[in-house]
């Protein structure tokens, strides 16, 4: 059923889970008052690991959300998707069972799979034997669960996927999903990520080889600093509704915004993590203000990806230049998620929660710890406190270990 | 307008051949390339074969000594098949940089690069004492991380800089990762797109995953004869390992640099189970509203349907409901309609089967031939319809239908047509 002229696509339900606030507004209320999620590690002892310190969700419980044997089948991951589509479905005000479940979908990014879950059956496995696995582990384990199971739930039957891309990977996902609206694919598309890294295999994998920074002090995410010495890692989810928007218009539903552009690059630079170059990642900016049809003064702010590492902050910087040349003085930038940590898949959609809610409260969200910004960058970071907002648009910005680049615009309908 | 997208390359590295005529060939004559595992000792295991790649030289198949080493055995297929593609396509090394801007990457893993992390969880699970840093360093690889590395690996061997992405839907994700990029050229969001998927997941904690919910075939006597699909006699699919790039491009570029043209795709359709997490409804209801999505967007008739290859794995309950699919789709053509599965000499390489399907679609148009659905040898009341049982068959195939369904319930199907059909209609 591809339509002939593509359709216009908006988000109108949120819902997010993060180390600063369950909830979405109990989240914007944190995030645009700079209070940080950041804390000590207390799900278990990270006394031997190089890093103490992570966006950690300690107030969750899933079986506020979900019957106990589904708890017991299925990973954090999985129980952060349900929590977040309930909430994102509720603020939507859309009942699903009058929708027809074949025009429903849900794209639900993620990185790293069912990890909590997978690592004790794989322990297990090598301790005791292959058949004291649990024959639920393939189905907690494999990042497809998260449709799997969303799409049992709320009987969804219509178009569904996983996008998997890194620490760009929800960026990615809104973007897949925006495209498959445009072109008629589904009318609504349940679309965000979810990640639950915060384990002790994974997070020994991640402190070793990830741009993470060392060490207990929970205020050391400070991207553009002179002293960045890499992000901090989080768990958590964010969820969006995406529909056609006269299908939103029809239902009399609110909206939030429109997704208006999409650019997504490679600097096709193998396995390292994103590079000091912005060559490729200019482009995905271009691509995306083309596409949404902007100009500089449309945009209120760009969310930044910040990962904190000298050739990546200099990369976003260098990027940046390329695309605005002068005008870069006056937009204002910010890497909020210094409050919560990088959450893998779950950053980008929590990233363009944050802008559709700074977008409704007219406040740009600050950086929080980038107490010496680099002055050679030549950006203007909004630091420490909001600032307001007039324009009608958000860049958002994220890139991945080996080379992604991904840029989403969202604008005021 | 939507713009028009054709297959100008195949790469395939799978278990009975790697290139495009070792893996037509094996296929044409019905050769399994399933065997015992030699890739650890799998004897305590319910189920003990598999489809593994035997003798996988990488260097010869055009990977650097540094991705020799670097990459995981997965992301090594990928690359591999990739090379191959480009190389079938006769534009390896020769794009501009203006072109390869406009070339992007889509690829499907189901579990991906597994091997090396659980080669570390036991390496760790066994010391007493938590390693220095420094060691610690050394024994973590750096891709380990990336679980985008077959898609990053890809685009990194061809520098592409266009839109680079892995889809993860199971075992349709290699068909999701083409029908993503059959939008995008359609779209114009890109010109051209290595698209597949990619599995190397035959490791003792996967084959125990498995083994533990009955899924895989326990005929460890008679590999050749145990990925039996439609049989009466098949218990379960059997682990494959592989990978299936095609070079998807814009049509009018590859007419206009005369490129070889395999075929055209014409249409992709995708849904969701919404019934259980490994088993699909027995009525087959799902896929049949999938198989009547797919013929619409490509605007035929299951009059008009030359070919289908299945996604017959070798599951006692999904071949009764794929045929009861059929049946219900199709009507009386369903019993015309010649069907074949790749699985029965291949196994399921997860992720990589989709696509690797894909590529026997697209040589089945080419050559005008239909492999055969091996092991036939049983017949079962519930699969009554034709399978291309053991031989294969010369045909004339216009029109070709290719569908995967997968843990999760993600279903998905890919028309494809001869390169001059459309014109002809």
């Not at chain 1, 979405?24 to 002892?45: L, M, T, V």
């Not at chain 2, 690829?107 to 570390?120: D, H, Q, R, V, Y």
Request: glycine share 10%; net charge negative; hydrophobic share 40%.
């Amino acid at each position: 059923m591809a339509h002939k002229t593509k359709r216009r696509v908006v988000i109108t339900g949120l819902g997010a889970i993060t180390a600063n606030g369950i909830g979405k507004d109990a989240f914007w209320e944190a995030i645009s008052n700079g209070i940080s999620g950041i804390k000590p590690i207390q799900r278990f002892s990270a006394d031997n690991l190089p890093l103490q310190v992570a966006g950690e969700i300690n107030t969750f419980l899933a079986n506020d959300y979900i019957e106990r044997k589904l708890v017991n089948r299925t990973d954090r991951m999985t129980h952060f998707v349900f929590a977040t589509i309930q909430e994102a479905l509720q603020d939507a005000g859309i009942a699903l069972a009058q929708e027809n479940p074949q025009r429903v979908g849900a794209v639900i990014a993620n990185t790293f799979g069912g990890l909590e879950y997978v690592i004790e059956q794989i322990q297990t496995i090598y301790a005791r034997g292959p058949r004291f696995v649990s024959a639920y582990t393939a189905i907690a384990w494999l990042q497809v669960a998260n449709i799997g199971q969303a799409s049992i739930r709320y009987g969804i039957q219509g178009y569904c996927k996983t996008p998997l891309n890194d620490t760009a990977g929800g960026l990615d996902g809104l973007g897949i999903a925006y495209q498959a609206i445009q072109r008629g694919a589904a009318d609504v598309i349940i679309t965000g990520g979810c990640e639950a890294p915060l384990q002790p295999f994974p997070l020994t994998v991640l402190a070793y080889t990830a741009p993470c920074v060392k060490g207990d002090d929970p205020n050391s995410y400070r991207p553009f600093d002179r002293r960045a010495a890499g992000l901090i890692l989080a768990e958590g989810a964010g969820m969006c509704i995406l529909e056609d928007y006269e299908h939103a218009r029809q239902r009399g539903a609110s909206i939030y915004g429109e997704i208006v552009g999409y650019g997504q690059t490679n600097d096709a630079n193998g396995f390292t993590p994103p590079s000091s170059s912005g060559k490729q990642y200019a482009r995905s900016m271009c691509l995306a203000m083309q596409e949404a049809g902007l100009r500089t003064q449309d945009i209120g702010y760009f969310s930044l990806d910040g990962q904190a590492m000298l050739p990546s902050d200099a990369g976003e910087a260098d990027a940046l230049h390329r695309a605005f040349s002068t005008d870069v003085e006056d937009l204002p930038v910010s890497v909020p998620r210094t409050m919560i940590g990088h959450s893998y898949a779950a950053a980008g959609v929590l990233d363009t929660i944050t802008a559709l809610q700074a977008l409704q409260h007219r406040a740009i969200p600050p950086t929080i710890n980038c107490e010496e910004l680099d002055p050679g960058y030549g950006l203007n970071l909004v630091r420490d406190e909001t600032r307001p907002l007039s324009q009608p648009a958000v860049l958002i910005g994220g890139r991945g270990a080996g080379g992604i680049n991904v840029v989403l615009a969202v604008k005021k309908v | 307008m939507f713009r028009r997208v054709v297959i100008t390359g195949l790469g395939v590295v799978a278990c009975n051949g790697i290139g495009k005529e070792d893996f037509w060939s094996a296929c044409v004559a019905g050769r399994s390339g399933i065997r015992g595992i030699t890739r650890f000792d799998a004897s305590p295991l319910s189920s003990q074969i598999a489809g593994e790649i035997a003798n996988f030289d990488p260097e010869a198949l055009g990977l650097t000594p540094e991705e020799c080493v670097n990459m995981d055995r997965g992301t090594q297929f990928a690359v591999a098949a990739s090379h191959l593609a480009m190389k079938d396509a006769g534009i390896l090394d020769a794009l501009s940089e203006e072109e390869r801007n406009n070339s992007g990457v889509y690829m499907g893993t189901a579990i991906a690069s597994m091997e090396n992390g659980e080669k570390l969880l036991v390496q760790l699970m066994g010391q007493d004492k938590q390693p220095s840093s420094d060691e610690m360093s050394h024994m973590i690889p750096a891709s380990l991380r990336m679980t985008n590395a077959p898609a990053c690996a890809v685009a990194t061997h061809h520098q592409f800089h266009g839109p680079c992405t892995i889809i993860a839907t199971g075992c349709s994700a290699g068909a999701d990762a083409i029908g993503q990029a059959f939008w995008a050229i359609q779209e114009g969001r890109t010109d051209r797109i290595l698209a597949g998927g990619t599995d190397s997941a035959i490791t003792y904690a996967v084959m125990s995953v498995f083994c533990v919910l009955g899924a895989t075939s326990t005929r460890n006597d008679d590999p050749q004869r145990a990925s039996r699909p439609y049989d009466k006699d098949r218990d379960g699919f059997v682990m494959a390992e592989g990978a299936g790039v095609l070079l998807l491009e814009e049509r009018d570029l590859a007419l206009a640099r005369h490129a070889h043209i395999y075929a055209e795709l014409i249409a992709f359709s995708s849904n969701i189970n919404a019934h259980h997490m490994t088993s699909l409804p027995t009525d087959g209801e799902p896929l049949r509203q999938l198989l009547l999505q797919v013929l619409d967007e490509a605007g035929i008739t299951p009059a008009q349907l030359d070919y289908i290859n299945s996604h017959g794995s070798s599951t006692p309950p999904n071949e009764a409901a794929e045929t009861k699919a059929y049946k219900a789709a199709f009507g009386e053509q369903a019993h015309r309609i010649p069907i074949s599965s790749t699985k029965s000499m291949i196994g399921h390489s997860q992720g990589a089967a989709s696509a690797i399907e894909a590529v026997a679609t697209v040589l089945t148009l080419e050559h005008q031939v239909i492999h055969p659905t091996i092991n036939q040898e049983l017949a079962d009341p519930s699969c009554d319809l034709d399978y291309v049982p053991n031989v294969a068959r010369p045909a004339t195939v216009n029109v070709a239908l290719t569908h995967s369904s997968g843990f999760g319930g993600v279903n998905s199907a890919l028309v494809l047509v001869r390169p001059d059909w459309i014109d002809r209609q």
